[in-house]
């Protein structure tokens, strides 16, 4: 079946603009993860979704940083007033059971 | 703090030499293990994962890991590196309960030679 899917695969803006970065997960899964892949800095948490439970914010670097997931399906993060370091590779994973994350392609997001 | 470690930055092995990459980690309790490797432009995929049982296990494209309690290690290794090996593998950790995010390691990159 298919997989996690991003859209779109890169992204440049310009600093101060806002962004937006989509996730399709898998169908049937129910859990949902955003994470950040910074040159030298590996992967970071930045957000979780469960089913239509309040989503765990704790890794959102800052306020400018919001995601919503519509209909416990396709997510969208967030990004305001772009800063250079934000640039990363933005991954979305999914899951259905404890342990397992499928991951999409990423989203490369540069800041100029 | 919980943490994952991966000593290991950069190795090159020559193609058909056998391969091990170390990973260490600092965790409460026993967490679920895994594997998940990167190739240029790519997504992560999963190579393998430990839940419990067995502490060798499995994996696609030849791959194996063994889990060491006593060392906090989970090594992933290969027989035979083939030039199309040749990635980014993370080391990730995560709880043994829903909703909680994959502690991962900085990264391995391999690089295979001729």
Do not use: M
């Not at chain 2, 930055?9 to 193609?15: G, N, P």
């Not at chain 2, 790519?42 to 296990?57: E, R």
């Not at chain 2, 890991?65 to 990635?87: G, I």
């Amino acid at each position: 079946g298919a997989g996690v899917s991003q859209s779109p695969s890169n992204k440049v803006t310009e600093k101060g603009k806002d962004v937006e970065l989509r996730c399709d997960p898998i169908s049937g899964h129910t859990a949902l993860y955003w994470y950040r892949q910074s040159l030298g800095q590996g992967l970071e948490f930045l957000i979780y979704f469960q089913g239509n439970s309040a989503p765990d914010k704790s890794g959102l670097p800052s306020d400018r940083f919001s995601a919503e997931r519509t209909g416990g399906s396709v997510s969208t993060l967030t990004i305001q007033r772009t800063q250079q370091e934000d640039s990363a590779v933005y991954l979305c994973a999914s899951s259905v059971r404890v342990g397992e994350q499928y991951f999409g392609p990423g989203t490369r997001l540069t800041v100029t | 703090a919980q943490s994952v470690t991966q000593p290991d930055i950069h190795i090159t092995v020559s193609e058909g030499a056998s391969l091990e990459l170390r990973c260490n980690y600092s965790y409460g309790a026993t967490p679920y293990l895994f594997w998940y490797v990167q190739s240029p432009g790519q997504g992560l995929q999963l190579l393998l994962k430990y839940f419990s049982g067995d502490t060798l296990v499995q994996g696609i494209k030849g791959f194996e890991a063994e889990f060491k309690r006593s060392q906090s290690s989970f090594n992933l290794r290969k027989p035979s590196v083939h030039w199309s090996d040749a990635a980014e593998y993370f080391c990730a950790v995560g709880a043994r309960q829903a909703g909680t995010a994959l502690i991962f390691g900085k990264g391995t990159t391999l690089s295979v030679s001729s």
